[in-house]
């Protein structure tokens, strides 16, 4: 079976610094896909970075990357510079055909 | 480009009564489809996917249903609901294969009296 854990319900950050959301999984598969989606208060989901398992390379899309530890099943987020509009419920998401969805981490952003 | 398409966007249904929430992919053939559900301030659950029609993978055994009558189109049905049925429902879909990123509809926020 494949889990995921964020262990953080709720993070804040102040605008322009940067925060790492956490998220570990567990998987018996060699081959895998890790997720991180954004949900505003629209509710829409939004893909804000995706990781290939067989990659070392970190994957980064702007102001957001991520640390990817394979052995330790870890994939954190890193938002740097962070805006107003990243507040929202941030998941982490591990899968192939199906998907796994961490609980969610709810971030806001102080001005 | 690629849009999906979901409905109703809201729905208030009495508890036994019979449900139909439908989604549409268009601009992409030969997707891999999934609904999920959301429960308040919680993660997404996922109900059902389709690699192919008539093809459908059941994650949680409950009352509910999905079918995939055609390439694009992708429908929850239950026959009788019940008030724990009641959450955001989203449909998704993504190139088949797996890995893939999923794009997700605007949702159906059903609400189970």
């Known amino acids: 079976a494949q889990t995921v854990t964020q262990s953080q319900p709720e993070m804040s950050v102040q605008e322009a610094e940067t925060v790492t959301l956490s998220c570990t999984y567990d998987t018996s598969e060699s081959d895998y896909y890790l997720f991180w989606y954004k949900q505003p208060p629209s509710r829409q989901m939004i893909l804000v970075i995706r990781q290939e398992a067989y990659k070392q390379q970190n994957a980064t899309e702007n102001r957001f990357s991520v640390n990817f530890q394979k052995a330790a099943k870890s994939f954190s987020l890193k938002i740097s510079d962070s805006q107003l509009g990243d507040a929202a419920m941030y998941f982490c998401?591990?899968?192939?055909?199906?998907?796994?969805f961490g609980a969610g981490t709810r971030l806001t952003v102080k001005p | 480009s690629q849009t999906i398409h979901q409905w109703p966007a809201t729905l208030v249904q009495p508890v036994g009564s019979p449900l139909s929430l439908e989604c549409t992919v268009e601009?992409?053939?030969?997707?891999?489809l999934y609904w999920y559900r959301q429960a308040a301030g919680r993660g997404l659950q996922l109900l059902f996917y389709?690699?192919?029609?008539?093809?459908i993978s059941s994650e949680v055994p409950q009352n509910l249903s999905a079918s995939r009558p055609q390439d694009r189109q992708f429908i929850l049905s239950s026959k009788k609901l019940l008030l724990s049925d009641s959450g955001f429902y989203l449909c998704a879909w993504s190139e088949l294969g797996g890995g893939y990123e999923q794009f997700f509809g605007p949702g159906t926020r059903l609400t189970v009296l």
């Open positions: 998401a591990l899968g192939n055909n199906d998907m796994r």
């Open positions: 601009g992409t053939s030969n997707p891999n």
């Open positions: 389709s690699v192919g029609i008539g093809q």
